[in-house]
């Protein structure tokens, strides 16, 4: 492994951290970050540390095909199992970002998908917002359920628990969190006005085609 770029990927995941607790997407020590630092390893949020407090030293480095971490290193997130399974099957996305935001937590504890309903949504989500199969937090089988509802999509509710979004890069897991949070909001403040009008299939197709390939300056 190379270090530098492993040091270089913790002072990313930590500053994220911060960038979400900011959001207000998270509350205490809830959700937690993980990024790819090369094939085997990942660098995964610390358990249960204040993010006012953390530093990139706390961030934990671990391998993801046997979960070995230096044992001098924090205590990982209870989720890693989850973080390393979707970066394993995921080899484009090389960040992954959960929260217990409240309004995806609606969605979630309904155990009802978000349609595709907004331009924002199906650009950076890629469309309709699944649900996963229920399992206990922080077990291989939770990890295992949402890496399986993960499919085109970058975004998975999960039931009773809140969401897990998935990036190229941090930036746009954090993006795709935060825009997951305001579609659920979207959504259930349609409900009061007579429901929503679902996109086209051949629009939600063209739009997630121009953010994946053109949107953005190169
Ligand atoms: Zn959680």
Request: overall charge negative; hydrophobic content about 40%.
């Given at each position: 492994m190379d270090m530098n770029r492993a040091k270089e990927v913790q002072r990313a995941v930590c500053e994220t951290s911060r960038k979400m607790y900011d959001?207000?997407?998270?509350?205490?020590?809830?959700?937690?970050?993980?990024?790819?630092?090369?094939?085997?390893?990942?660098?995964?949020?610390?358990?249960?540390?204040?993010?006012?407090?953390?530093?990139?030293?706390?961030?934990?480095?671990?391998?993801?095909?046997?979960?070995?971490?230096?044992?001098?290193?924090?205590?990982?997130?209870?989720?890693?199992?989850?973080?390393?399974?979707?970066?394993?099957?995921?080899?484009?996305?090389?960040?992954?970002?959960?929260?217990?935001?409240?309004?995806?937590?609606?969605?979630?504890?309904?155990?009802?998908?978000?349609?595709?309903?907004?331009?924002?949504?199906?650009?950076?989500?890629?469309?309709?917002?699944?649900?996963?199969?229920?399992?206990?937090?922080?077990?291989?089988?939770?990890?295992?359920?949402v890496a399986a509802a993960m499919k085109e999509g970058n975004g998975v509710l999960v039931p009773n628990h809140g969401a897990v979004t998935i990036g190229r890069n941090l930036d746009e897991a954090l993006l795709a969190a935060v825009l997951l949070e305001k579609t659920a909001q979207v959504y259930i403040g349609t409900m009061a006005v007579g429901g929503p009008v679902e996109l086209d299939p051949a629009d939600i197709a063209a739009m997630r085609d121009y953010f994946l390939n053109k949107y953005g300056q190169r």
């Open positions: 959001s207000g997407l998270v509350a205490g020590t809830w959700g937690n970050i993980a990024a790819r630092i090369d094939k085997d390893y990942m660098v995964v949020t610390p358990s249960g540390m204040k993010y006012e407090i953390l530093n990139p030293d706390d961030m934990v480095i671990m391998n993801m095909h046997t979960y070995e971490r230096d044992p001098d290193s924090r205590k990982p997130s209870i989720e890693f199992y989850m973080h390393a399974q979707l970066l394993l099957e995921h080899p484009d996305m090389n960040a992954v970002v959960h929260t217990h935001s409240t309004y995806a937590l609606i969605m979630a504890t309904a155990r009802k998908p978000i349609p595709p309903v907004c331009d924002d949504q199906v650009q950076i989500l890629g469309g309709a917002i699944p649900v996963a199969e229920y399992a206990m937090p922080g077990t291989p089988e939770m990890g295992a359920a």
